[in-house]
């Protein structure tokens, strides 16, 4: 059955753009770069041979050019799972639906995504300026189990043994993982990322194990993350996306990976607050690969 989607549940502007991203369907490439910081945006337009079209509204900005012959468009997203949930499910719709019948096109359209980001490095062989490709990301924020099939498109088993190995607390949501494009990861992370699970949490300060005023409901919790192990890899990574990137395309039908540049390693208690410049060979490389 083709559902029609309701002006309560797809929200067109009035000039036929998508309710937050602002972007026109025609406007959507089908290479997709997602970052966090809209400042970054421009960073990985300079490299675009020419521009067709930028889009701002928010924290979400957008441009859609061209690369070596490649048409892609780069996002904002701004900071978070939540923000992802936007983004995912209006590009999706961008790429999937007829906004004149507001009906699902008869052919599904796969879109790639790469999420380009910092992260924070949680093992020896992550100091800063590492770049890590996530294998697979388990995520703390519980976006995806709000979804119908979660369980389908989630590694059960390492979810079961993460939870086992650090005494999980059920009242923190229950913990999701969500694998990345293996196509996609070979093709992007090379012989030159190290790969890894990745943490995404719901939040900078608590759920990545700060502690400033307010004490922590399990202080011990980064070093029992620190010390899992499972099919050979460790968990080598914290950031606040990469799981709903990965949860919300398998859903939909879409590739993902997320890659990240160490900017502090946290069993280092190093940190680089001025790395902008040298994310630039990290943005390069996933052009050049994507």
């Known amino acids: 059955m083709n ?12 000039d036929g753009s998508i309710f937050h991203l602002h972007l026109l369907p025609e406007q959507l490439a089908d290479k997709v770069i997602l ?13 675009f041979d020419e521009r067709e079209c930028e889009v701002n509204n928010r924290e979400f900005r957008a441009v859609t050019g061209t690369y070596k012959g490649k048409r892609i468009t780069v996002q904002s997203t701004g900071i978070g799972c939540d923000n992802i949930d936007i983004v995912l499910n209006e590009m999706d719709a961008l790429a999937n639906i007829d906004f004149k019948t507001r009906k699902a096109k008869p052919e599904l359209k796969s879109l790639t995504i790469v999420r380009v980001g910092t992260c ?3 093992q020896p062989e992550t100091p800063t300026g590492t770049y890590v490709a996530t294998v697979k990301s388990i995520g703390f924020d519980g976006l995806i189990n709000f979804y119908a099939d979660r369980d389908k498109h989630c590694d059960l088993d390492l979810e079961k043994a ?27 992370a090379g012989d030159d990322m190290v790969r890894g699970y990745t943490v995404a949490c719901g939040g900078f300060f608590g759920p990545q194990g700060r502690q400033l005023r307010v004490p922590l409901a399990d202080p011990e919790l980064n070093a029992k993350i620190e010390s899992f192990e499972y099919d050979g890899l460790h968990i080598t990574n914290f950031e606040m996306e990469s799981s709903a990137v990965a949860g919300m395309s398998n859903l939909m039908g879409h590739k993902a990976l997320t890659c990240c540049m160490v900017i502090a390693n946290r069993v280092a208690k190093q940190a680089n ?8 060979d990290l943005i390069v490389k996933v052009l050049d690969r994507i």
């Open 3 to 14: 559902t029609y989607f309701a002006e309560s549940e797809l929200i067109i502007n009035g």
């Open 35 to 47: 970052v966090g910081d809209p400042g970054r945006v421009d960073t990985v337009a300079a490299h």
């Open 120 to 122: 924070g490095g949680l």
């Open 162 to 188: 993460f939870k086992k190995h650090v005494g999980w607390k059920d009242a923190m949501g229950n913990p999701y993982v969500a694998p990345s494009n293996t196509e996609l990861l070979d093709r992007i």
């Open 273 to 280: 607050s001025s790395y902008k410049n040298s994310i630039d």
